[in-house]
Every structure is written in C-alpha cells, then in structure tokens.
C-alpha cells in the first residue's frame, strides 16, 4: 500500500515525511506520488511519522498541515 494526500484545485503540492529523529526520509512534489514505507529500497520498521503538507491553490492560497502517521505492516 501506498499513503498518499489528496485534494483539488492544487497548483503546487509538497508532501515530507520524517523520522522520529527529525530525519527526512521522504519528499513528494506531485500529488500523485506517494510513500510505500520504505527508504532507499529498504523496508522501514513499523513507528509513527510525521507527514508534512504544503499546498497552495489556484488562488495563491497556502495551507501547510502537519499531522502523525503509524506504519503498520
């Protein structure tokens, strides 16, 4: 499975994903691209991440969420 954002009326998008350490393990600046768990190749251990979104309309609005997400296999 694949954790993806989705949304509507997007002109830029930027997804982040980090490690409990801070690390950045992950960067999406499409929509459509989205995270399998893994970092180069390698299966990631099951913990929680944080996922960072910045999205900006096609009014020149930006939003910018933060939230958890739990790895689960």
Known sequence: E???????????????IFNRWG???FVADRLE??????LNDS???NQIYVVK???TDFLGRTV???????LLR
């Not at 691209?33 to 893994?38: E, I, L, P, Q, Y």
């Not at 910018?64 to 739990?70: F, K, P, Y």
């Open 23 to 25: 690390q950045q393990i």
């Open 43 to 45: 299966t990631l251990p």
């Open 33 to 38: 691209d989205g995270w399998d768990g893994k």
């Open 53 to 55: 979104v910045t999205a």
């Open 2 to 16: 694949t954790f993806v954002a989705k949304g509507l009326f997007i002109r830029s998008f930027r997804m982040e």
């Open 64 to 70: 910018t969420r933060t939230q958890r997400l739990t």
